[in-house]
């Protein structure tokens, strides 16, 4: 764990991967608000409320697993996005082995961010590694499923996006009129199925 | 108890503190831009500490009253009036019910806050009235012929008036080196700190974007996406420093240089473009 300043009123805690991050959000997140990434957790504290957490958290007895079991969803997809012949291209795979490798993981949630409601998905299939769009587009559609670095993700709402589209959904990702606006939540487990 | 906008050119926004602890659904904390003028506003009129005002950036606002309010205006400093007569920034005044109340266009800052006694009233989206220009989150910008409902005031205004905080000329805000600031040669930490920055018209409340030289690094892997706050100093792959904003979303992929003092970062609010900034560091 290494901790770095984020200005006078926030610390950043590095982890050494996403699941350990995902853990110590979860225990930070009891005294005190938190931002996941990655591999990090921005505490939004001052350093001198932060340390002293850290340290007796570190002595209280370090749980391996995440303390909430998230949702498992499954997402129903049409894999006919605009790059899912560049996606093929770049992982020397057919569209049809694309398709495959994307539904057949079972992805988590490790964190949020971009738009409300937009999930970073982890533990996908680790051919599917590809890099975002030099020049985002300036529209993407809600419900572009799509690809970047390791990550899958679901634009919930239109916005710009640079991430290369495979397929579209038509569930529901964000809506702020339910109890909970977001679908996916740092994890929840997703399984994407073709149609 | 209403107030209607009879014109509005520029952006006319509701906003209050915000939303915080949301960022698990992927929601940043969007609210008031200059939280210190929003604190005066709310004092003055003795609001709730967290009654929604109306930010406005830009063009004439103008707004009337269909009963008698009592208003107030901080933040930018301007020429403001009721119905052709000149009244005072920093101070609380009565809006006669048909009065038109003018604000034109700011002469020192950027960013008025118009308060009212009472509050603002909209439709809470996730515990706030604040809009988010990023998310789309909150309330609708305003536009001429919206009409905003006000809240019912018990409290008795205060007479006094407070005192603008807005610097003229150059902007001296202080950063702390980091998270990031290993990501980036000794050249680009000093030039962070010595060089004479330039606002970048691109700038709004999602980010102020700083012209001057590209800023460069010596670890040039992605970095995976971690946390940021307001006042973070991302710098874009092309070297360009980014100050967030309000409205920053809650993650970043971009190596965050330094991170400005929380207190400095109101008068981040108050930049146009073509202004000048200069950062000092700030050592915790």
């Given at each position: 764990?290494?901790?770095?300043?984020?200005?006078?009123?926030?610390?950043?805690?590095?982890?050494?991967?996403?699941?350990?991050?995902?853990?110590?959000?979860?225990?930070?997140?009891?005294?005190?608000?938190?931002?996941?990434?990655?591999?990090?957790?921005?505490?939004?504290?001052?350093?001198?409320?932060?340390?002293?957490?850290?340290?007796?958290?570190?002595?209280?007895?370090?749980?391996?697993?995440?303390?909430?079991?998230?949702?498992?969803?499954?997402?129903?997809?049409?894999?006919?996005?605009?790059?899912?012949?560049?996606?093929?291209?770049?992982?020397?795979?057919?569209?049809?082995?694309?398709?495959?490798?994307?539904?057949?993981?079972?992805?988590?949630?490790?964190?949020?961010?971009?738009?409300?409601?937009?999930?970073?998905?982890?533990?996908?299939?680790?051919?599917?590694?590809?890099?975002?769009?030099?020049?985002?587009?300036?529209?993407?559609?809600?419900?572009?499923?799509?690809?970047?670095?390791?990550?899958?993700?679901?634009?919930?709402?239109?916005?710009?996006?640079?991430?290369?589209?495979?397929?579209?959904?038509?569930?529901?990702?964000?809506?702020?009129?339910?109890?909970?606006?977001?679908?996916?939540?740092?994890?929840?487990?997703?399984?994407?199925?073709?149609? | 108890?209403?107030?209607?906008?009879?014109?509005?050119?520029?952006?006319?926004?509701?906003?209050?503190?915000?939303?915080?602890?949301?960022?698990?659904?992927?929601?940043g904390?969007?609210?008031?831009?200059?939280?210190?003028?929003?604190?005066?506003?709310?004092?003055?009129?003795?609001?709730?500490?967290?009654?929604?005002?109306?930010?406005?950036?830009?063009?004439?606002?103008?707004?009337?009253?269909?009963?008698?309010?009592?208003?107030?205006?901080?933040?930018?400093?301007?020429?403001?009036?009721?119905?052709?007569?000149?009244?005072?920034?920093?101070?609380?005044?009565?809006?006669?019910?048909?009065?038109?109340?003018?604000?034109?266009?700011?002469?020192?800052?950027?960013?008025?806050?118009?308060?009212?006694?009472?509050?603002?009233?909209?439709?809470?989206?996730?515990?706030?009235?604040?809009?988010d220009t990023l998310?789309?989150?909150?309330?609708?910008?305003?536009?001429?012929?919206?009409?905003?409902?006000?809240?019912?005031?018990?409290?008795?205004?205060?007479?006094?008036?407070?005192?603008?905080?807005?610097?003229?000329?150059?902007?001296?805000?202080?950063?702390?080196?980091?998270?990031?600031?290993?990501?980036?040669?000794?050249?680009?930490?000093?030039?962070?700190?010595?060089?004479?920055?330039?606002?970048?018209?691109?700038s709004g409340r999602v980010g102020i974007r700083?012209?001057?030289?590209?800023?460069?690094?010596?670890?040039?892997?992605?970095?995976?996406?971690?946390?940021?706050?307001?006042?973070?100093?991302?710098?874009?792959?092309?070297?360009?420093?980014i100050?967030l904003g309000p409205d920053h979303p809650?993650?970043?992929?971009?190596?965050?240089?330094?991170?400005?003092?929380?207190?400095?970062?109101?008068?981040?609010?108050?930049?146009?473009?073509?202004?000048?900034?200069?950062?000092?560091?700030?050592?915790?």
């Amino acid at each position: 764990m290494k901790v770095l300043p984020s200005g006078d009123k926030a610390v950043l805690v590095e982890f050494s991967e996403a699941l350990e991050a995902r853990i110590w959000a979860e225990r930070l997140v009891e005294h005190l608000p938190v931002t996941l990434g990655a591999t990090t957790v921005l505490v939004h504290a001052p350093r001198s409320a932060v340390q002293p957490l850290l340290t007796a958290l570190s002595k209280s007895s370090n749980p391996h697993t995440p303390a909430h079991q998230g949702q498992a969803h499954t997402i129903t997809v049409h894999y006919d996005g605009p790059d899912l012949h560049r996606v093929a291209g770049i992982t020397g795979m057919s569209p049809d082995q694309v398709i495959t490798a994307h539904t057949s993981c079972r992805l988590t949630v490790g964190f949020a961010g971009f738009a409300p409601g937009f999930a970073y998905l982890i533990d996908g299939d680790p051919r599917l590694q590809v890099p975002r769009l030099d020049v985002p587009r300036p529209h993407v559609a809600a419900g572009s499923v799509a690809l970047a670095g390791a990550f899958s993700g679901i634009y919930p709402r239109e916005s710009a996006g640079g991430w290369l589209i495979i397929g579209r959904t038509k569930e529901w990702l964000w809506d702020t009129e339910r109890e909970r606006p977001a679908r996916l939540r740092p994890g929840d487990t997703v399984h994407f199925e073709a149609i | 108890m209403s107030i209607r906008i009879v014109e509005s050119t520029g952006l006319t926004l509701l906003q209050d503190s915000g939303r915080f602890g949301m960022s698990a659904l992927g929601v940043g904390p969007s609210g008031v831009f200059d939280r210190r003028a929003f604190q005066q506003a709310n004092l003055l009129l003795g609001n709730d500490e967290n009654a929604a005002v109306i930010e406005h950036c830009g063009g004439t606002l103008k707004l009337t009253a269909t009963r008698d309010h009592a208003i107030t205006i901080t933040g930018a400093l301007g020429p403001l009036a009721i119905d052709a007569q000149p009244i005072e920034a920093g101070r609380v005044v009565q809006l006669a019910q048909g009065s038109t109340l003018t604000i034109k266009p700011p002469i020192v800052g950027l960013r008025y806050l118009v308060a009212v006694a009472g509050g603002f009233n909209a439709e809470l989206v996730l515990g706030s009235r604040s809009r988010d220009t990023l998310a789309h989150l909150g309330p609708e910008p305003l536009q001429t012929g919206s009409t905003l409902n006000v809240g019912f005031s018990t409290v008795a205004a205060w007479a006094g008036s407070i005192t603008p905080l807005l610097p003229t000329g150059e902007f001296r805000l202080r950063v702390v080196l980091g998270p990031r600031d290993d990501w980036f040669t000794a050249t680009a930490i000093e030039q962070l700190l010595t060089t004479v920055w330039e606002v970048d018209p691109l700038s709004g409340r999602v980010g102020i974007r700083l012209n001057g030289p590209n800023l460069e690094r010596c670890q040039t892997q992605e970095l995976l996406s971690e946390g940021v706050v307001r006042g973070s100093i991302q710098v874009t792959n092309n070297g360009m420093p980014i100050i967030l904003g309000p409205d920053h979303p809650v993650t970043g992929g971009y190596p965050v240089i330094g991170v400005i003092t929380d207190s400095d970062t109101d008068l981040l609010a108050h930049v146009r473009p073509g202004d000048t900034i200069s950062l000092s560091r700030h050592l915790l």
